[in-house]
């Protein structure tokens, strides 16, 4: 299959002529390669019109070819905004054009661009808000016009994952100065991780041409590749984006449908420059393009970018990419430099040789196009006679090609992020890089160095400050050679008729930047508020300097004063599902998880882990539930509780922290004593409770719930990171496993396998702890009744866990224990009124809401939460936490049915079953501080819209003195 349009090998470095593929684009067929992009396959068939550009509608094509415009943006079925110079084509891929009404070839919209000078710069601002209300019918107009792609609400996502890599030195770029940085750090033994964005490694010496006979870079291309693919020290991530970076050299990288967290110790960007455009009249349409994405086209791509070309030139650089045009069967028209001379005579002396007409000091004023705009046919070039002025007059070239270069500008967005700042070097006309943190470099072009032997000895420099820092050889340092510059200082020529667009992306013209300053927008920033210059997808690659010299020319200040807008992460649009990562669901199981399956438990998950819900059929349910229930009520019960947070605080300042964390005091709890531990976050909201059990003068261990341990110990060891009290604080979770033994007959249970401790009421007391041994394991024992009855919680290391289980049941076996499940436990602490929190509190629960106010420490000085809990409480309340009963054999109401005031909603219910202790259905509801009286009623919208009036009562429902938890 042979394209008119496509080159012969060695061109097409990325493509398959071994395998062809069909795809569509608006309906027609078109064939490819693999490996082509969408943009190259139709650039291989003679299609240059790819899209219709933001707001005036005007036909464009590619203009970088490496996803730096928006140029190329076209709609998948599934996925609107792509951009076609970086999507591959596939066999069978549907593609459509977008932003256009009729078609894309005739789009009847394109009259916007007719009507320009009625939409000047921030038009929108002062246009459509008056008269007051007109923003209602001119918003669907707006979206219709502005829409750029249809959204797919039938999507199903993809499968999308995290990974997380550790290096020495990260390098992100793998152009020459990656490669030569990558390999000087791998060879001193650093172990290497370099981040290449394309699908191969090579950078600019895949494309670009570095010398007058054209093989200087594929000789070093093969040199470098050929030591690092298969370098066991340095890992290669390809089609990779580094989409930030943060503190402590944190690089998130989007690669596929995986996002890497990368950690490196140091990094070197070598991202390379961005290509820039030269502004003049109708520099946007199909067929004008950057000269970098000419070269592209054909060296990566093998398709024969046009017949006819001019190359416009602020530097050396389109003089090399002339020969590989003419080399490659385009008739170069002309080679037009901004300068008066090249830098390297040699060059013009080459092109003499090959005869391509050469013209100095002159620019090209007006790109010309054939009817509909849908080409470029012929350019305008005229002498250059001073800033952003040329002649009344020159010659006109016909011309289906026009490559632009003004030079380039740094990929200075990560280095912005990393604090780097801007600084803009009038000899040199170029913006440079400076003041980056420690651990981060820079090399190559990025840094400022063009001249390939420059690039590569730049690499060197950059790998050794990385080696030296990690205490490795650093390689021997090359020297520098002299460079010309490579930016034109003002390559921007304003047309009285407009339309030289600065950013392609927006519309943006030179008078809309110049315009915005006018209007009193004189700080950089605000001129990119005001124009959204820089917001399209391009992020300001190619319109940042041009609005940074517009800006400063137009304020009277100098280009570095104006700058650029600011670098936010991330570097590239990235999908919110690369975010999201992987939808974990870990399953976690419980060392006493087989005993539970052996006893018929049906299982349920709480949080990550699988408990047993109760131990019977499904179909048995409530009976199941109630039976266990009057059993622990009435004789003893044993339940897993190893899913329980364990955290282990350490230290002199154990205490301390303790005091500061939780509301309650723990300064002066005893030794083998146990107290509640409520605990709010800043705001004064509830966010977690357990059990705290002092174990010594220095060591405490405390509970946790089961859902919210992990978030505990982050805040833990957040606020003592800033507190820097001298305490170690230790996730002991998995390492122990518990069980609670609960009854008026565990302590009967407990004394047959446990002599080494002192059960008595009066030497273990309600709320008292004691390390001793079950049946010879070593255990942590806590007197504490969250069922409401006598109970033991026996932790234990996580590996006797069994044995344990075991040990208890066998004992209990004369005196008929039986396991129950977390079901009858909510049960039972239901009857006895106890909150768990995340179900019967929300993110706005403060503890006066729901009783806590005998969990707060008065005399305390100070904690978490403190003020705006004082703050609260001197508020009148607005909601309460109620118990309420209803009579056995009425509507139930389930978790989070309304409570009502009249036609208003004053709460819902967090918590409700029957109870067959209490013979009635018992629950717990929010309901306004009103309602909130024992012996009120308060309404509740059940299933099917029923209203069940349902009576407040004083907590606990069940034995209210607590007297069987302590007997």
């Known amino acids: 299959m042979n394209s008119p349009t496509r080159l012969p090998a060695p061109m097409g470095l990325l493509i398959d002529r071994e395998r062809p593929l069909r795809f569509s684009f608006d309906g027609q067929d078109y064939p490819g390669f693999s490996g082509d992009s969408i943009a190259s396959a139709l650039l291989g068939n003679g299609r240059w019109l790819l899209s219709r550009s933001f707001k005036y509608h005007r036909p464009r094509g590619p203009l970088s070819l490496a996803g730096q415009d928006a140029n190329t943006l076209v709609q998948l079925p599934d996925e609107p905004n792509v951009l076609a110079d970086l999507h591959p084509a596939t066999d069978g891929l549907v593609v459509a054009g977008q932003n256009f009404s009729g078609s894309l070839d005739n789009d009847r919209d394109a009259y916007l661009g007719k009507f320009s000078r009625f939409m000047p710069v921030g038009f929108y601002y002062r246009s459509f808000y008056k008269p007051k209300g007109m923003w209602k019918v001119w918003e669907p107009l707006i979206r219709k016009k502005a829409g750029l792609g249809v959204l797919d609400l039938g999507f199903?996502?993809?499968?999308?994952?995290?990974?997380?890599?550790?290096?020495?030195?990260?390098?992100?770029?793998?152009?020459?100065?990656?490669?030569?940085?990558?390999?000087?750090?791998?060879?001193?033994?650093?172990?290497?991780?370099?981040?290449?964005?394309?699908?191969?490694?090579?950078?600019?010496?895949?494309?670009?041409?570095?010398?007058?006979?054209?093989?200087?870079?594929?000789?070093?291309?093969?040199?470098?590749?050929?030591?690092?693919?298969?370098?066991?020290?340095?890992?290669?991530?390809?089609?990779?984006?580094?989409?930030?970076?943060?503190?402590?050299?944190?690089?998130?990288?989007?690669?596929?449908?995986?996002?890497?967290?990368?950690?490196?110790?140091?990094?070197?960007?070598?991202?390379?420059?961005?290509?820039?455009?030269?502004?003049?009249?109708?520099?946007?349409?199909?067929?004008?393009?950057?000269?970098?994405?000419?070269?592209?086209?054909?060296?990566?791509?093998?398709?024969?970018?046009?017949?006819?070309?001019?190359?416009?030139?602020?530097?050396?650089?389109?003089?090399?990419?002339?020969?590989?045009?003419?080399?490659?069967?385009?008739?170069?028209?002309?080679?037009?430099?901004?300068?008066?001379?090249?830098?390297?005579?040699?060059?013009?002396?080459?092109?003499?040789?090959?005869?391509?007409?050469?013209?100095?000091?002159?620019?090209?004023?007006?790109?010309?196009?054939?009817?509909?705009?849908?080409?470029?046919?012929?350019?305008?070039?005229?002498?250059?006679?001073?800033?952003?002025?040329?002649?009344?007059?020159?010659?006109?070239?016909?011309?289906?090609?026009?490559?632009?270069?003004?030079?380039?500008?740094?990929?200075?967005?990560?280095?912005?992020?990393?604090?780097?700042?801007?600084?803009?070097?009038?000899?040199?006309?170029?913006?440079?890089?400076?003041?980056?943190?420690?651990?981060?470099?820079?090399?190559?072009?990025?840094?400022?160095?063009?001249?390939?032997?420059?690039?590569?000895?730049?690499?060197?420099?950059?790998?050794?400050?990385?080696?030296?820092?990690?205490?490795?050889?650093?390689?021997?340092?090359?020297?520098?050679?002299?460079?010309?510059?490579?930016?034109?200082?003002?390559?921007?020529?304003?047309?009285?008729?407009?339309?030289?667009?600065?950013?392609?992306?927006?519309?943006?013209?030179?008078?809309?930047?110049?315009?915005?300053?006018?209007?009193?927008?004189?700080?950089?920033?605000?001129?990119?508020?005001?124009?959204?210059?820089?917001?399209?997808?391009?992020?300001?690659?190619?319109?940042?300097?041009?609005?940074?010299?517009?800006?400063?020319?137009?304020?009277?200040?100098?280009?570095?004063?104006?700058?650029?807008?600011?670098?936010?992460?991330?570097?590239?649009?990235?999908?919110?599902?690369?975010?999201?990562?992987?939808?974990?669901?870990?399953?976690?199981?419980?060392?006493?998880?087989?005993?539970?399956?052996?006893?018929?438990?049906?299982?349920?998950?709480?949080?990550?882990?699988?408990?047993?819900?109760?131990?019977?059929?499904?179909?048995?349910?409530?009976?199941?539930?109630?039976?266990?229930?009057?059993?622990?009520?009435?004789?003893?019960?044993?339940?897993?509780?190893?899913t329980l947070g364990g955290l282990d605080v350490r230290g002199p300042d154990a205490a301390e922290l303790l005091e500061r964390l939780y509301t309650f005091g723990f300064a002066k709890l005893a030794i083998g004593r146990t107290r509640y531990a409520l605990m709010t976050n800043e705001h004064g909201v509830v966010i977690d409770d357990g059990v705290c059990a002092r174990l010594g003068e220095r060591h405490f261990y405390v509970s946790a719930t089961t859902s919210g341990v992990d978030r505990i110990y982050q805040q833990m060891l957040k606020w003592n990171a800033q507190w820097r009290l001298d305490v170690d604080i230790t996730n002991v979770t998995a390492a122990l496993a518990a069980v609670n033994l609960a009854g008026p007959l565990s302590r009967q249970v407990l004394a047959r396998v446990c002599d080494d401790v002192d059960l008595s009421p009066e030497a273990f007391p309600y709320l008292g702890v004691r390390l001793g041994s079950v049946a010879g394991i070593p255990a942590r024992i806590l007197r504490v009744g969250f069922v409401g009855e006598l109970g033991y919680e026996i932790h234990v290391p996580a590996r006797h866990a069994e044995r344990l289980w075991d040990v208890l049941m066998e004992a209990g076996a004369p005196l008929g224990i039986r396991p129950f499940g977390v079901e009858t436990q909510r049960l039972l602490r239901l009857e006895k009124g106890h909150v768990i929190i995340s179900q019967d509190t929300d993110g706005m629960t403060h503890p006066a809401e729901i009783d806590m106010h005998w969990a707060i420490g008065r005399k305390k000085p100070f904690f978490v939460g403190q003020r705006t809990i004082q703050i609260l409480e001197a508020q009148p309340l607005k909601r309460k936490l109620v118990g309420f009963t209803l009579p056995k054999g009425s509507r139930q109401p389930l978790e989070g049915h309304l409570v009502l005031d009249g036609p208003d909603i004053s709460g819902n219910v967090t918590s409700c079953e029957y109870s067959q202790t209490l013979g009635r259905i018992i629950g717990l509801a929010y309901a306004g501080a009103h309602q909130a009286s024992p012996g009120m009623h308060i309404p509740i919208r059940v299933e099917g819209g029923a209203i069940v009036q349902a009576e407040v009562v004083q907590l606990p429902f069940y034995d209210p003195q607590s007297q069987r938890q302590e007997l």
């Open 156 to 642: 199903k996502p993809q499968y999308h994952d995290k990974a997380y890599l550790f290096v020495d030195v990260a390098i992100i770029g793998g152009g020459p100065a990656g490669l030569r940085a990558a390999l000087d750090a791998a060879n001193a033994g650093a172990k290497v991780l370099l981040i290449e964005q394309q699908p191969v490694l090579g950078g600019s010496l895949n494309y670009a041409r570095f010398d007058i006979a054209g093989s200087r870079a594929t000789a070093l291309r093969s040199e470098l590749l050929a030591a690092v693919e298969g370098h066991p020290n340095i890992q290669v991530l390809l089609d990779a984006t580094c989409n930030g970076w943060f503190t402590d050299n944190y690089l998130p990288v989007i690669q596929h449908r995986r996002m890497d967290k990368v950690r490196a110790t140091r990094c070197v960007v070598a991202a390379g420059s961005f290509d820039q455009p030269v502004v003049f009249r109708n520099n946007d349409l199909p067929g004008v393009m950057l000269t970098s994405a000419a070269q592209r086209l054909m060296k990566l791509y093998a398709v024969k970018p046009g017949q006819r070309a001019v190359l416009l030139t602020g530097h050396d650089d389109g003089y090399l990419a002339a020969l590989d045009l003419q080399e490659q069967g385009v008739t170069v028209a002309a080679v037009v430099d901004l300068r008066a001379a090249p830098a390297d005579p040699a060059l013009a002396a080459e092109l003499k040789r090959r005869d391509i007409p050469l013209q100095l000091g002159s620019t090209v004023y007006e790109a010309l196009h054939e009817a509909g705009m849908r080409h470029v046919s012929g350019v305008d070039i005229r002498p250059i006679t001073g800033q952003g002025k040329v002649a009344a007059r020159g010659v006109t070239l016909a011309c289906d090609l026009l490559c632009m270069s003004a030079g380039y500008m740094p990929v200075y967005q990560l280095l912005c992020q990393a604090g780097g700042k801007l600084a803009y070097e009038p000899a040199r006309d170029e913006f440079a890089i400076s003041q980056l943190p420690a651990g981060l470099d820079i090399a190559g072009s990025v840094n400022g160095r063009h001249v390939l032997a420059n690039v590569l000895a730049d690499a060197t420099r950059a790998a050794g400050e990385a080696l030296a820092a990690l205490g490795l050889e650093v390689p021997a340092q090359t020297h520098f050679v002299a460079e010309a510059k490579v930016n034109h200082p003002w390559p921007i020529f304003a047309h009285p008729k407009g339309k030289d667009f600065v950013d392609f992306d927006e519309d943006l013209q030179v008078r809309d930047i110049v315009n915005a300053t006018r209007s009193g927008y004189r700080d950089v920033q605000l001129v990119k508020r005001f124009s959204t210059v820089g917001m399209g997808p391009s992020q300001g690659r190619h319109s940042a300097l041009p609005t940074a010299r517009l800006v400063a020319q137009a304020t009277g200040r100098s280009i570095s004063e104006t700058g650029v807008t600011t670098a936010r992460p991330p570097f590239q649009a990235e999908k919110l599902a690369h975010v999201a990562g992987r939808a974990f669901d870990p399953y976690r199981q419980t060392p006493m998880h087989r005993r539970h399956v052996q006893a018929g438990a049906k299982m349920m998950p709480a949080g990550s882990w699988q408990r047993p819900a109760y131990y019977g059929k499904p179909e048995d349910r409530e009976r199941c539930m109630q039976e266990e229930a009057r059993h622990v009520r009435e004789k003893v019960g044993l339940i897993d509780v190893s």
